[in-house]
């Protein structure tokens, strides 16, 4: 945990970490898989209305912001573009909460998952763990606050990477589909997927 002397801020703190996945799990034991689910994707849209509206002229300026941090779809991540429609998350923004709560406590109680697979049921089929449902659907909803060239975009996501290692891929009918957006083959695909948390594609509406 990094400190600064005196009065000054706190600049981590990983017991608001762990704290926030205990809140989730209280409101899991309350609600279940769908209520937890729920509020997820509730929060994930709050945050998303919360930021402010985009507009470019060029794609490759949408791109450059993205890349750059500059863009409200990368406020939260660090991303790289593999081409000009597929996206890279480096690194979970989840991530340091995932290694203070499994270092501290303990394995992720199984309720992480079982949300992710209800969201995969009634969603989209790429999510593993809590922290997911809630970015991709921030990916999603931020989108629809993004205008290029006079027209609004839409995210689609590829595949994601767990801290753990776990990988969840979209189905098999879907793939080649989303590979031709993204323009990646699956080799390509399987590379990116060892150095990198979830593969993502952006493109603009017909």
């Known amino acids: 945990m ?34 937890m689910n729920n509020y997820l994707i509730s929060l994930a849209y709050s945050l998303a209305r919360s930021m402010p509206e985009e507009e470019y002229s060029k794609w490759e300026d949408f791109v450059e912001a993205i890349v750059k941090g500059e863009s409200i779809l990368s406020a939260f991540e660090t991303v790289n573009a593999v081409s000009e429609n597929c996206m890279v998350t480096v690194e979970s923004p989840f991530l340091r909460g995932w290694k203070e709560y499994t270092k501290r406590i303990g394995e992720f109680p199984r309720i992480h ?10 969603i989209t089929p790429t999510a593993i763990e809590t922290g997911d449902i809630i970015i991709q659907t921030y990916r999603k ?24 290692g776990s990988k969840k891929i979209a189905p098999e009918e879907w793939l080649p589909i ?3 957006k993204a323009k ?12 990198n948390a979830s593969v993502w594609l952006v493109y603009p509406t017909l």
Do not use: C
């Open 141 to 164: 909803a931020a989108a629809e606050k993004i205008t290029v060239s006079g027209k609004k975009i839409n995210v689609a996501h590829i595949a994601t990477v767990s801290p753990d």
């Open 113 to 122: 998952k079982e949300v992710a697979e209800y969201y995969n049921s009634q």
């Open 2 to 35: 990094k400190k600064k002397e005196g009065n000054e801020e706190i600049l981590d703190n990983p017991m608001v970490d762990i704290a926030t996945y205990l809140f989730l799990e209280d409101i899991a034991d309350k609600q279940g898989a769908a209520g």
């Open 184 to 195: 990646i083959s699956r080799t390509q695909l399987n590379m990116i997927l060892r150095n």
């Open 178 to 180: 989303l590979l031709e």
